[in-house]
């Protein structure tokens, strides 16, 4: 696994402004290793030496790990397809869910990367119970009601394609219904 490619995907979520501050974290798995982003840090001026590294039992190798390391775990434990996922408070997805507004999939790109989006009432953040109902979902995409978005994938990459795809979809839905507005 090359580290710089996790670097540079945080550093990608920080300046596309889907996550900010401290929001956000990235993990991936490696056979019985997990690599996760370490609990308050800033994505945007992650290096390699802070990535955090854990087993599947939650067992700290090396670091501080994310305070959603449990939701992270819960993912890899119910599903053997997912090797990456993408948590980010991402703007247009996340005015959406406070609206309680589905994502409507209206672009051929998105109907192509994201099979399912899933949609979680609020959980709080960190919590046994959202890493246990995110875990549940079937979806390769999960909307978390007043908190932000998870996307799943085979590899790093993947995630982090469905989190760009599914805010510009977020987006291009609130546009559309802002020009469908009276008086537009």
Known sequence: MDL?????????????RYVVGSGGNVSIREGDRVYITPTGSILG???????????MEGNIIRGNPSSELKMHLAIYRSREDVKSVVHTHSPYTLALSVLEREIELITPESKNLIKKICYLPYLEAGSEELAREVS?????????????????????????????????????????????????
Not at 45 to 55: F, K, P, S, T
Not at 139 to 161: F, S, T
């Open 4 to 16: 710089k490619d996790f670097v540079r995907v945080c550093h990608l979520l920080y300046e596309r």
């Open 45 to 55: 001026w992650l290096r390699e030496e802070d990535i955090a590294v854990i087993d």
């Open 136 to 184: 549940r979902r079937k979806g390769d995409v999960i909307v978390l009601k007043n908190h932000g978005v998870v996307a799943l994938g085979r590899d790093l990459k993947e995630a982090y394609i469905k989190i760009e795809v599914v805010e510009e979809v977020a987006k291009l839905n609130v546009l559309t219904h802002l020009l469908q507005s009276p008086g537009h």
